[in-house]
């Protein structure tokens, strides 16, 4: 049985690399998109998983428009790093689809309360939605089945400030509604994304296929391995969010270890700065279970091997 995956996403490049690799993989079944500002104002990522689902023709697949802004924190979008549209060079046909009117949180609480210990949380931008949601229906954090969050640097460095990964920086508030709300999180930081490189070679082994797919795939990677290239001297992009995607189905990607984890919400330099109590000194349960080692090629194997049999099926 296929697992129910809802994405909460702000589509971004390697978000919707995520959700390709969602369409590509029978394991998964893709219940329905939130969208959250992040990489892009909410309008413009809806804009972009609609789009995106049309080019993979899931344009059946529910998207549900989410928060515009963090709780607290005024909007930082990341035009540098996804570009003005949050899709690099990719240009992508208006789509067709229009977004539910219900709201992202809104589907959020009303998937998992009716569907109780059988949804998937996938949040792959700023967890503004979720921990909105919380705080309307408290009673999801026991009804989720699992929430899988990409956000947070442990024992790396931050990708948008010395210390703060994007996503937590973005609105490290929700971050902390979320950590401490008892939800079954597993963590997907930058210590384990950032060895896992999508590289020149891996594009062009998608670009053997003549496809929409690999076609927008390497328009927006171009971008993003630019941005890479530019700002830190990497050598290819950091492909986070289908990383973070592939450990729902595939966790032997991935060594784990189970932490007390805290994001910083004090007005300072570490704004946003996630950090583990390693040593335990407070004597608290663990809040998480966090991916601290990886395979890199096995995930990047799993990656490209599911994009090529999608972009085959839809050339
Ligand atoms: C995270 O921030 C965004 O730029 C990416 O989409 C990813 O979710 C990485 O820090
Ligand atoms: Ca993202």
């Given at each position: ?7 909460d996403?702000?589509?971004g490049?390697?978000d ?6 969602a369409?590509?993989?029978p394991?998964?079944?893709l219940?329905?998109i ?7 104002s ?5 804009r972009?998983?609609l789009a995106?689902?049309e080019?993979a ?10 928060c515009?802004l963090?709780l ?28 539910q009117?219900?709201?992202g949180?809104?589907?959020?609480i ?7 210990n ?11 939605n ?21 956000g ?7 990708n948008t ?15 902390h509604i979320v950590?401490?709300?008892g ?13 896992c ?5 891996d ?10 797919i690999?076609k ?16 830190q ?8 969010d ?12 991935c060594?784990?270890?189970e ?7 004090s ?8 950090f583990?109590?390693f040593?335990n000194y407070?004597k608290?349960a ?15 194997e ?6 090529e ?5 839809l050339?």
């Amino acid at each position: 049985m296929p697992k129910h995956i809802i994405l909460d996403s702000d589509p971004g490049i390697d978000d919707s690399l995520a959700i390709l690799l969602a369409l590509a993989s029978p394991e998964i079944a893709l219940d329905g998109i939130s969208t959250i500002h992040g990489n892009a104002s909410t309008a413009q990522v809806t804009r972009n998983a609609l789009a995106i689902l049309e080019l993979a023709k899931a344009g059946d697949i529910p998207v549900y428009k989410g928060c515009d802004l963090p709780l607290v924190k005024e909007s930082l979008l990341s035009p540098e790093t996804h570009g003005n549209s949050g899709l690099g060079y990719a240009k992508l046909s208006e789509p067709q689809s229009r977004p539910q009117i219900k709201h992202g949180c809104d589907f959020l609480i009303e998937s998992i309360l009716s569907s109780p210990n059988e949804i998937t949380l996938v949040a792959i931008g700023p967890l503004t939605n979720v921990a909105m949601a919380i705080r309307k229906e408290p009673r999801i954090v026991e009804k989720v089945k699992e929430v899988f969050i990409m956000g947070g640097a442990i024992q790396h460095a931050g990708n948008t400030t010395a210390l703060a990964e994007f996503n937590t920086f973005v609105d490290p508030h929700s971050a902390h509604i979320v950590f401490h709300s008892g939800m079954p999180i597993t963590l997907t930081p930058l210590d384990v994304t950032y060895q896992c490189i999508f590289l020149k070679a891996d594009l062009d082994r998608l670009l053997r296929i003549d496809s929409p797919i690999t076609k927008f795939i390497a328009d927006a990677t171009r971008f993003y391995m630019e941005f890479h290239d530019e700002y830190q001297k990497i050598d290819g992009c950091v492909i986070n969010d289908p990383m973070t995607l592939a450990l729902t189905f595939m966790p032997e990607i991935c060594d784990y270890q189970e932490l007390v984890v805290d994001v910083d919400i004090s007005t300072g330099v570490g704004l946003g700065n996630t950090f583990a109590d390693f040593y335990n000194y407070e004597k608290k349960a663990p809040n998480m279970k966090v991916a601290m080692g990886v395979r890199p090629r096995m995930f990047m194997e799993l990656f490209l091997e599911r994009i090529e049999k999608l972009a085959e099926s839809l050339s």
